[in-house]
């Protein structure tokens, strides 16, 4: 009798920490980019985030849902590319309209007519119907953004379709799926060596994308998850870590002067 109760409390256990894991995965990609958001409601301000950070996780996402079609995986990395590319429209959304606010301010303020020519300022349109390469991602519109991404969605979905029976096509989707996410955090890099600082960059953010990457590459592991996917996770982990050691390597040799001016706040004052 007492095996019989140890069994069905092991098993209840179990079942309790599988169900905390699979909501860790799918809610836990999500968790970082929160102070990010409250960041940039408050401060008004995108420039220390890169949206080439969301572009990455959408192209990521949108391949890594095409190639379950092709080789199951786990339902809790389904559910969280879901709702990743959920978050990420969110993220597009707010940037773009605090960008173009900015232009829009930065225009008047240097706008030195009359009040009734002050109305005529218009910020310049830049569309993704254009297909003008030198505004790529750096459209005007959250619209432009949603057909960039429905286009991609639909062009990827039809070739799986025609190449579906192809291992060599799914296995190179998957890895180019989890590939491309483990490239994440390569804008924010970047982004943070052409302005010589992490000034407006959440450091919360990062720090959550080490500990989440970590988390992730070990759930990878235990779930014998496909080899595309552990492999990218410590990729992923190494770029995080790259980011943190910008963090400190700027903080102790500043590259440009400190600015004063309230629109370029850290967001890692929070």
Avoid at 191 to 203: A, D, P
Wanted: glycine residues 4%; aromatic residues 16%.
């Amino acid at each position: 009798m007492d095996e019989v109760i140890m069994d069905q409390i092991m098993y209840a256990a179990h079942q309790a920490v599988s169900w905390i894991a699979s909501l860790a995965i799918i809610f836990g990609g999500v968790v970082p980019y929160i102070p990010q958001y409250r960041d940039i409601r408050r401060t008004q301000n995108a420039e220390g985030f890169s949206t080439y950070v969301c572009l990455v996780l959408l192209v990521a996402n949108i391949l890594r849902i095409l190639f379950r079609f092709g080789h199951f995986f786990e339902t809790p990395l389904l559910w969280q590319s879901v709702i990743m590319i959920i978050t990420m429209l969110i993220m597009l959304n707010l940037c773009t309209s605090v960008r173009m606010a900015t232009e829009l301010n930065t225009k008047r303020r240097s706008f030195t007519a009359t009040d009734s020519k002050d109305e005529e300022i218009k910020v310049p349109k830049r569309l993704f119907l254009d297909f003008d390469w030198n505004y790529f991602w750096s459209w005007s519109g959250f619209v432009d953004y949603l057909q960039c991404v429905l286009a991609f969605t639909v062009m990827a979905a039809y070739v799986t379709y025609l190449l579906l029976d192809s291992v060599l096509f799914v296995e190179s989707l998957g890895f180019l799926a989890v590939f491309t996410e483990a490239m994440l955090g390569t804008p924010q890099l970047y982004c943070n060596y052409q302005n010589k600082s992490t000034e407006g960059m959440s450091i919360k953010m990062v720090l959550m994308w080490t500990s989440g990457d970590t988390f992730k590459t070990g759930y990878f592991l235990l779930t014998q998850a496909p080899v595309q996917f552990w492999i990218c996770g410590l990729l992923q982990v190494c770029v995080d870590l790259a980011i943190l050691f910008q963090v400190y390597y700027f903080s102790r040799y500043p590259q440009k002067p400190v600015s004063h001016t309230t629109h370029t706040t850290s967001a890692k004052a929070l």
